[in-house]
């Protein structure tokens, strides 16, 4: 999320360019490094076939090389698909209607779709609260948001290793890994862009790797490397990166010798409100007592009868 400084010019964490470009680069190969893109899409394929109804026109937005395009779904479940992504490189493998664009300035109608979804994207938006209403707007009245993205627990290894080494062998500390949202503020941010029955949930996934240098392989097969703006410019040195493997392997090493790198996979739900959607009862509207229906005995909490 943006931050505004006291002359109101909001603080963008993120180099927009950097990452696509960055994103590019990994396009060639990344089919062998999509493990969690994957994930993602069993996920939400999942989640859809439970709902009884069609989406006629749908976006993948942040599409990679194809979320939707890539589902096990029939066309009975989603009709027209427009895949859209900052990369051009990216966007290449999809055989679909497709368009190069950034998510954060979203060039679609007001109630355009009636389905979005994105796939660890959007954890690199500047402004994550402004894209949430972006595409609040461009769905139709009753259409979902699906979108899955990088929480906070994400690499925290790697962030303790490298943030301990670079103090120890340089005597300061710069910016390595990316600020990710949590599970509570991605609820409050639902609910602030408007979405009806917003649903957040969070799995945690923990990859093995062999060492720290194939984990960091990993990211930039994925196009997930450091692009924070006030990253350092120079390459970390040889020693504080040998050291901060070390500090990794002897904090959380295996029995194996391998050392675990976890994925907090964050997965939010939200409809375009609508009149026939479900609506939550009123305060103090219940006509049956919580006890009653667990089949225990209430007990006071020590508060006075009214």
Known sequence: MMRAMPDNTPIKPFDRQLHAE???RAAETFADFDFLIARVRDEFADRLSLIKRRFDRALDLGAHQGLLENMALGADKIGTIIASDMSPAMLATLSGPKLVADEEFLPFREQSFQLVASALSLHWVNDLPGTLIQI???LAPDGLFMGALLGGETLHELRQAMSEAEIECEGGLSPRVSPMIDLRDMGA???RAGF???VVDSDRVTVRYQN???LLADLRGMGETNAL???RRQPMRRATLMRAAEIYTAKFGLEDG?????FEIITATGWAPHEDQQKPLQPGSATTRLADALGTIEKSAGEKPR
Do not use: D, H
Not at 258 to 262: E, K, S, V
């Open 258 to 262: 391998r050392i675990p790198a976890t």
């Open 212 to 214: 720290m240098f194939r």
């Open 229 to 231: 703006q006030e990253r």
């Open 196 to 198: 009806a029955l917003p």
């Open 136 to 138: 609040r707007r461009i």
């Open 189 to 191: 941010l639902l609910q």
């Open 22 to 24: 960055r994103k590019s």
